[in-house]
């Protein structure tokens, strides 16, 4: 059944179509949403992230990054109403309309090698800067006594750039590199010395920040990601965790 999970993913087939190696189509469909519901790939995650935690295996300098996913009109025929299983599931479904039409956007947390560390959901037209906080929160690596949940160093694009992101970082003592946005610097200039000093930014470490997007393009790979066919956001993110999950065991 995992195999068919997989295979569904990486086609992009709807799950009528599954081949009958896999067995029923329905049984396979039904243990998927259960595992979705229960939150196991997410458990699974941070399973094998505990391992290679274990081993001295996870950069922990962090790039963030969101990516943009055409949503198939299947996935937009989504009723509204709350079944008994659905107390998580989010009213938009994590879809929304932006230029490319409707859509839902990924942002994504990476370590050092681009290997999904967290995954967020929402609407296409969402800011990153709406998420820039709920992101990092997202990371739990299961250690002996309480979980890592704070990187070394975060590194983000201008989108993440902020007073309050940045403040925010330094409260929890996490370094960070993010360009300031050139509106940015013309207030703070305009302000004299009330506008306060420069942000600190190393170019070099900022190199580094296309691994986050080598990881979307290795998500990408697999069809049912590029596109969402599923209709509820608590699919899509078990489909999106899975194949991070794929990710971690090629690279172990």
């Keep these: 059944m995992i195999n068919g999970m997989v295979y569904k993913i990486r086609t992009g087939v709807s799950w009528r179509d599954l081949p009958e190696r896999y067995g029923p189509w329905?049984?396979?469909y039904t243990r998927f949403r259960r595992y979705a519901i229960d939150g196991v790939f997410t458990r699974a995650l941070q399973q094998i992230q505990a391992q290679a935690d274990a081993a001295g295996d996870i950069d922990w300098l962090v790039q963030i990054d969101s990516t943009i996913v055409r949503a198939h009109q299947h996935a937009a025929a989504t009723g509204r109403k709350r079944g008994k299983h659905r107390t998580d599931e989010p009213d938009d479904h994590a879809l929304g309309r932006s230029r490319g039409g409707l859509t839902t956007e990924i942002?994504?947390?990476?370590d050092g090698?681009?290997?999904?560390l967290a995954v967020l959901l929402t609407p296409g037209q969402r800011h990153d800067g709406v998420c820039a906080r709920p992101l990092p929160e997202r990371i739990r690596v299961?250690?002996?006594?309480?979980?890592?949940?704070?990187?070394?160093?975060?590194i983000a694009d201008k989108a993440y750039s902020s007073r309050g992101f940045r403040a925010y970082l330094r409260r929890r003592g996490i370094g960070h590199t993010i360009p300031e946005k050139n509106d940015q610097k013309m207030h703070r200039r305009n302000r004299g010395r009330r506008g306060g000093r420069p942000?600190?930014?190393d170019s070099r470490i900022h190199r580094r920040r296309n691994t986050v997007e080598r990881c979307?393009?290795?998500?990408k790979g697999f069809r049912g990601i590029a596109t969402r066919y599923e209709k509820t956001a608590t699919s899509y993110e078990a489909a999106v965790t899975l194949a991070s999950l794929l990710l971690w065991a090629r690279s172990i």
């Excluded at 942002?107 to 990476?110: N, P, R």
């Excluded at 250690?143 to 704070?150: A, D, E, I, N, S």
């Design 107 to 110: 942002h994504l947390a990476c």
């Design 199 to 201: 942000t600190a930014f």
């Design 113 to 116: 090698r681009g290997r999904p």
């Design 26 to 28: 329905k049984s396979v």
């Design 142 to 154: 299961p250690r002996t006594g309480r979980p890592r949940c704070r990187p070394d160093h975060v």
């Design 216 to 219: 979307f393009s290795q998500l």
